[in-house]
């Protein structure tokens, strides 16, 4: 079974510009977060959607920052424009309901902002 | 106030010893609990979760919850060097459907 699906793995940008991460949860799972983690807050919850609807955004940091889930299968965050702070891993993670509160996470996005 | 803490480390212990990771929250609502490895440049990876009072053994892994002092821990039993890692802890806040908080992580490095 496929686990969370993340792209891109990498990415470098320039400041101002906008930046697309991609997600596929685990199929079945009706639960999907976007974390991200620096050296500085750690761990961070952005935003969760629950059956492709957002239920708490309020981890998002500004109004540069938004988040879709357009299906079940597929959710992107995007940054515009980006700025060097938001250099950081981008973690999307899902889970299903019943499933004992198990979450699993894919291999991140990690961006940096130059 | 932090609503998960954990000791920032590093913790060093030799080869075969007992590695003892603490945490605390500050929600005395949370009910459900987790460990979290992470290693360098990798993503979280699920180790333990508990839910109720008391100690849950998984192989080297033992999760101890107490819930009057909002304080988990993890013991790893025969430490070995592939356990080198950032130990995330991890809470479901009373409330919050699915959402973990959390704490800062807790880097252990076992020599051999």
């Known amino acids: 079974d496929a686990g969370v699906i993340q792209s891109p793995r990498h990415e470098v940008t320039e400041m101002g510009q906008e930046v697309t991460l991609r997600c596929k949860p685990i199929s079945g799972h009706d639960y999907l977060f976007w974390y991200r983690q620096t050296m500085m807050r750690g761990l961070e919850l952005l935003i969760y959607f629950n059956n492709n609807v957002p239920i708490d955004d309020s981890g998002m940091p500004e109004d540069r920052f938004s988040a879709k889930m357009p299906n079940a299968s597929f959710s992107t965050l995007k940054i515009q424009p980006s700025e060097p702070r938001d250099s950081a891993v981008y973690f999307c993670?899902?889970?299903?309901?019943?499933?004992?509160?198990?979450?699993?996470f894919g291999e991140g996005s990690w961006l940096t902002v130059v | 106030q932090k609503e998960v803490e954990q000791n920032s480390g590093p913790l060093s212990v030799p080869e075969g010893a007992i590695a003892s990771l603490n945490c605390t929250y500050s929600d005395r609502g949370s009910q459900s609990f987790f460990w979290y490895r992470q290693y360098s440049g990798k993503s979280p990876e699920l180790i333990m979760f508990i839910y109720s009072n008391g100690d849950k053994e998984d192989g080297r892994f033992t999760a101890q919850l107490n819930k009057a002092s909002q304080y988990v821990s993890l013991l790893i039993r025969d430490s070995q060097p592939s356990d080198s890692a950032t130990y995330l802890c991890?809470?479901?806040?009373?409330?919050?459907?699915?959402?973990?908080?959390f704490g800062s992580g807790t880097q252990l490095t076992v020599l051999p």
């Open positions: 993670a899902s889970t299903r309901q019943g499933s004992g509160n198990t979450i699993y």
């Open positions: 991890a809470v479901i806040s009373s409330g919050s459907a699915r959402q973990l908080t």
